[in-house]
């Protein structure tokens, strides 16, 4: 493990994979190791009617601090990636080529 690994923190993501739908951040968690360690915990506890109706859990870096609310931490994430998406579709925008006009 890198050093960023260790001090980074993680969030527990929740979604499901029929729907596309998020269910938001479980917990956020310092350290790649201490994240993945926790996401096996959740999956193991996991009701197998949960999961058989499509939902998975994943962790992503993010720049919240551990232990942050999870209401909070989902909140920003959703902010986060309206903006990314909002300036993807910006760029998409202004790198089509307009056709010849000869």
């Known amino acids: ?11 527990v993501i929740r979604h499901n ?7 938001g951040v479980v917990e956020v968690i310092k350290g790649k ?3 993945e360690s926790t996401l ?3 999956e ?7 999961h058989c109706a499509g939902w998975r859990y994943f962790i992503e870096k993010t720049d919240r601090k551990p232990g942050t609310d999870p209401i909070e931490a989902t909140q920003r ?21 307009p056709p010849d006009s000869q």
């Open 1 to 11: 493990m890198t050093r960023e690994e260790l001090s980074a923190s993680y969030a």
């Open 17 to 23: 994979v029929r729907t596309y739908r998020s269910a």
């Open 44 to 50: 193991d506890c996991q009701d197998r009617s949960d």
């Open 77 to 97: 994430r959703q902010q986060e990636l309206e903006v990314r998406e909002a300036r993807a579709m910006q760029e998409t925008k202004t790198s089509v080529v």
């Open 40 to 42: 096996q915990k959740i």
């Open 33 to 35: 190791q201490h994240a």
